[in-house]
């Protein structure tokens, strides 16, 4: 069975930066995509980045790109997301997520809070 567990969350001003952490443990996940999520309060959730955890090919969100950055560390089974130039918009509870090529999204962390101030 699949785990995911979120750190990093937090309090920022805006403008600033968060570095958000995702364990994955259960598996080898040589043929998996691992990504992030978020959902802001009333609102659904929104796909926020995605890294091959084989080959490292990412993907983002318009609405982070240049902003955002995912990488994976294969020796630690972390995946990690770097928040900079934040805005209040980003608030949200970030999920960690990962799925096995070619299934969607099926495991899912506990989520993490980011709440950026203006």
């Known amino acids: 069975q699949v785990q995911l567990v979120e750190s990093g969350g937090g309090l920022v001003q805006a403008g600033g930066s968060l570095r958000l952490s995702c364990a994955a443990s259960g598996r080898t996940f040589s043929s998996y995509i691992m990504g992030w999520f978020r959902q802001a309060p009333g609102k659904g959730r929104e796909f926020v980045a995605e890294i091959y955890w084989s080959g490292g090919s990412t993907t983002y969100a318009d609405s982070v790109k240049g902003r955002f950055t995912i990488s994976r560390d294969k020796t630690k089974n972390t995946m990690d997301l770097q928040m900079n130039s934040l805005k209040p918009e980003d608030t949200a509870v970030y999920f960690c997520?990962?799925?096995?090529?070619?299934?969607?999204?099926?495991?899912w962390g506990q989520g993490t809070q980011v709440t950026v101030s203006s």
């Open positions: 997520a990962a799925r096995n090529y070619p299934a969607t999204y099926n495991y």
